[in-house]
């Protein structure tokens, strides 16, 4: 159950976010946009490492997002478990003016509740809003499905840096939500172990000490 490293320890929050979604949507554009605002009218072959920090400070509290962009494996089906183990959050992005791509989606977040049931807090990006003419996805379809499946959807461009921040805060927020209730449910778990412990002790000299004459279940007797 609470297998993911979100842990609040005094000194701050660590979460790990991978992006999901076929290859072309924008997952790097949206990272890279985040991360160190700036987009590339190209596509960003990520072969190399596609790792990024992100440090935030909210309300006073630090928080450090570790987050994970595929280096492109989509394409060849190849994401796998080892990818999104472990992680405190997923946005899963798709392009509005490619249906294929939503349906992509829809697999996705079948896999991930699946595999960390509730464990994990999920976005549905549906990126490319800047191209809202070639719109392939209705807003009310996408907006449904994310409701009927916990997510929280959100409309963004990469390109003209749209909702981005927006999406990273919400999903941040509902992250540290989420770890301060694991670490309450913990915590409560651990004081009930302990109170056990000391409660163990049976007063045996409460029994009565001469065995009953006329037990009434052991049959009794003539
Ligand atoms: P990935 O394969 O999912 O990582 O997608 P990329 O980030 O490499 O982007 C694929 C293509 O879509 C590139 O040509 C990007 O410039 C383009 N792209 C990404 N985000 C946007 C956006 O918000 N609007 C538009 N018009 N193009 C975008
Ligand atoms: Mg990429």
Sequence with gaps: MASNTSTNNGGGYNFKVVLLGEGCVGKTSVVLRYVEDKFNDKHISTLQASFFNKKLNINGKRINLAIWDTAG???FHALGPIYYRMSNGAILVYDITDEETFKKVKNWVKELRKMLGSDIRLVIAGNKVDLEKERNVTVEEAEEYAKQVGAVHFHTSAKQNFNIEEMFLDLTQRMMQHADIVEQKSTLMR???????????????AEPAQPSKSGCCSGGGS
Excluded: H, P
């Design 73 to 75: 494996q989509e394409k």
């Design 191 to 205: 004081n009930n172990s302990t109170r056990r412990n000391v409660v163990v002790v049976e007063d045996e000299s």
